[in-house]
């Protein structure tokens, strides 16, 4: 079940990716540009944890999940770019000056290295959850996948991603607020709140990313629509 539920994300993502290439052949829209790379791994983190019953324990498996991990500590954070850019594209005019994006940048940096200098140590070790087979930094007692193996605490809540939704959902208000567009403030709380941990049991989490990608990447298509960039850039 919970396999089908992942591979059904890695689709959803899929379908999301073809749209974001779409929109950035058509406006070479510097946020659309940035969610690429992020956005092709989250097609990849699903399929994996969705085909790992199938892949089987092993150092195939372990590679394939080392890609994913690598692939949220280093470029996770890219929506804190991508958000400071939407505010451009929706006429913000304090968002055209290059120090405010400046900021955006340095806090995805800074992101950026506290994930990878907080896990440069890390290790995989196998995780039997439901029906799902995978490798992760930790594991609890009830997901152990053999009497031999020792139970590895988590670091508590990752500092990195909840920066991120809370960006989004920062600039997400403010596009609801000053452009009556609440998609983006949408879909990043419903990533936060699947993301608690009464739905994240339930593998809820990553059905958030999901809805944060699409409200991202819708906002970046509603905002580069020709009408609406010109008016934003006459008007307000």
């Not at 396999?3 to 406006?27: D, E, H, K, P």
């Not at 890219?78 to 955006?104: D, E, K, N, P, T």
């Amino acid at each position: 079940m919970f396999s089908a539920m992942f591979l059904v994300n890695a689709v959803l993502q899929a379908v999301l990716f073809v749209w974001l290439v779409r929109i950035w052949r058509r406006t070479r829209a510097a946020a659309a540009a940035v969610l690429l790379i992020p956005q092709f791994f989250l097609i990849w983190d699903n399929s994996i944890v969705g085909s790992g019953q199938w892949i089987g324990f092993g150092e195939l498996l372990e590679s394939l999940n080392w890609a994913r991990f690598w692939a949220h500590w280093l470029f996770g954070s890219w929506l804190i770019v991508a958000s400071g850019s939407i505010l451009r594209l929706a006429g913000f005019r304090r968002a055209q000056q290059r120090w405010i994006m400046a900021l955006f940048c340095l806090l995805t940096v800074g992101v950026v290295g506290y994930e990878v200098h907080g896990n440069w140590h890390a290790t995989l070790m196998p995780v039997c959850e439901y029906d799902l087979l995978r490798y992760n930094t930790s594991v609890r007692a009830e997901h152990l996948c053999s009497p031999e193996q020792a139970v590895v605490p988590g670091g508590g809540a990752p500092l990195g991603p909840l920066v991120t939704v809370f960006v989004v959902i920062g600039v997400g208000a403010a596009l609801a607020l000053r452009r009556r567009f609440p998609w983006m403030l949408v879909g990043g709380i419903l990533m936060f709140i699947s993301a608690t941990p009464p739905l994240m049991r339930y593998k809820l989490d990553n059905f958030g990313e999901v809805m944060i990608a699409f409200g991202a990447i819708w906002a970046v298509a509603h905002f580069t629509s020709r009408d609406r960039t010109i008016r934003f850039r006459v008007g307000s």
